[in-house]
């Protein structure tokens, strides 16, 4: 057999390269093929917030307005409180926006406030109380220890009903003259007072 002259020998040499090259680029390329999958999914996962709403009865108008005030005078007056709220909550009375007069009004009106079920703006009829909130406190004293939803008056657990949950709370306030002195009393005339009543809930 013949030996294959020089020049083929050296274009023979020179196809090998190219082809092993071809050959190793096709094992990678195969091998990055898994051979089965597969999958599943857990559809539709979501978060939502609840709501905390609270509502009252008073049609936009102040639960008091009193002029003409005289000592001894006292009144009784309620209002109804609804929490439409999706989630538990506690509902907590405070006051604020107090009005303080030169002559010091505001040491004279002594307030209680009940809290209970019946009752409306309209009448305290039905009205039961569960519990005292606010108990002979005057305004000045009252506004002092219940200013904020950390400090306030009553403690309404509410279990998060969207329907709406009521609470009724009633206000008695009396101008209480006690031990003043006639020339005291008169130095009170035509002063003027004034406060808000503030309910917040705050969710569980």
């Known amino acids: 057999m013949s030996r294959p002259s020089m020049r083929l ?6 196809m ?40 009252d009865d008073d049609s936009g108008t102040a639960r008091f307005n009193v002029t003409s005030l005289v000592p001894g005078q ?9 929490a439409t709220s999706s989630v538990a909550g506690t509902v907590k009375l405070y006051i604020v926006n107090s009005v303080t007069s030169t002559a010091a009004l505001e040491n004279h ?11 409306t ?13 606010i108990s002979a406190q005057t305004l000045a004293a009252a506004t002092a220890a219940h200013s904020t939803y950390a400090t306030a008056a009553g403690s ?8 709406g949950e009521v609470k009724t709370y009633e206000f008695a306030w009396t101008f209480d003259a006690t031990g003043l002195t006639q020339e005291q009393l008169d130095g009170l005339q035509g002063s003027h007072t004034g406060l808000d009543f503030e309910w917040e809930i705050q969710n569980n």
């Open 156 to 163: 309404w657990v509410t279990t998060g009903d969207i329907a």
């Open 109 to 119: 009106i002594v307030l209680t406030v009940r809290q209970g079920d019946g009752g």
């Open 74 to 82: 006292t009144d009784t007056r309620c209002i109804r409180v609804t």
């Open 121 to 133: 703006f309209a009448s305290c009829t039905g009205f039961v109380a569960d519990s005292t909130i």
């Open 9 to 14: 020998s050296r274009f023979i040499a020179a």
């Open 16 to 55: 090998a390269i190219p082809v092993s090259v071809l050959g190793a680029g096709g094992v990678v390329w195969h091998s990055s093929y898994a051979a089965f999958s597969a999958e599943t999914r857990n559809s539709g996962n979501s978060w939502g917030t609840g709501t905390v709403a609270l509502t």
